[in-house]
């Protein structure tokens, strides 16, 4: 088992542009969760999907925008760059019916630069 | 709005000595809450959760409800516990599932 996957792992863009983000949950995990890691603080949540629905929602605008595929594999698409979305984005996947509730299991993230 | 709160972003120890990284919550329900663990190069991972008050790898953490507090506490601190921390505390508004709240971390550097 691979666990979590995300793709790309590095990535650069200019202001304005646009970005997908992509991951793959661990096996048997139907959650899929996405968090914003900025340079020297904890991660911060984004969204959340089950059931091929976004099912909770962290302070992030509109430009942030989100796909859970019937695979349970999941998308993040942010619009309109800032400079502040440069991070490191984490996707965590979990299991709603037998998981343990928090029990996130992450991935090595996507670094996301914005010139 | 909850919120979690570790104060110290560095924490150095000998080995052998003991560690205790401190976290404070802020929230009006009943917390779940959690303590995350990052190894150099690895991808961050569950360490324990309060409510199955168990000691993973030597370390306990206990959920004082009166202080608002989630420290992590180990007796004898080891070179291999070198790593960054966080605390998390989980709002699942009822749901089975929920977000976690994550703090700012706390690199733990233990000497040898």
């Known amino acids: 088992d691979a666990g979590v996957t995300q793709s790309p792992t590095h990535l650069i863009k200019t202001r304005g542009q646009q970005v997908t983000l992509r991951c793959s949950p661990k096996s048997g995990h139907d959650t899929v969760s996405w968090y914003q890691q900025a340079l020297g603080q904890g991660p911060q949540f984004i969204f959340q999907y089950y059931e091929e629905e976004e099912r909770q929602r962290g302070n992030f605008p509109d430009r942030f925008s989100g796909h859970q595929f019937p695979n349970y594999s999941s998308e993040l698409n942010v619009n309109a760059l800032l400079l502040g979305d440069s991070a490191l984005y984490l996707c965590?996947?979990?299991?709603?019916?037998?998981?343990?509730?928090?029990?996130?299991?992450f991935g090595e993230g996507s670094r996301l630069t914005v010139l | 709005a909850q919120r979690v709160t570790q104060p110290e972003k560095l924490l150095s120890v000998f080995k052998g000595a003991p560690v205790e990284l401190k976290c404070n919550y802020s929230?009006?329900?009943?917390?779940?809450l959690f303590w995350y663990v990052q190894y150099s190069r690895q991808r961050l991972q569950l360490l324990l959760r309060h409510i199955s008050r168990e000691s993973i790898k030597g370390f306990t953490a206990d959920l004082n409800k009166g202080e608002t507090s989630f420290h992590l506490k180990k007796p004898f601190a080891q070179e291999e516990d070198s790593a960054m921390y966080y605390c998390a505390l989980l709002n699942a508004g009822g749901t089975s599932y929920g977000k976690l709240t994550f703090g700012q971390g706390t690199i733990l550097t233990v000497h040898p």
């Open positions: 929230y009006s329900g009943s917390p779940e």
């Open positions: 965590a996947s979990s299991l709603v019916a037998g998981g343990l509730p928090g029990e996130l299991f």
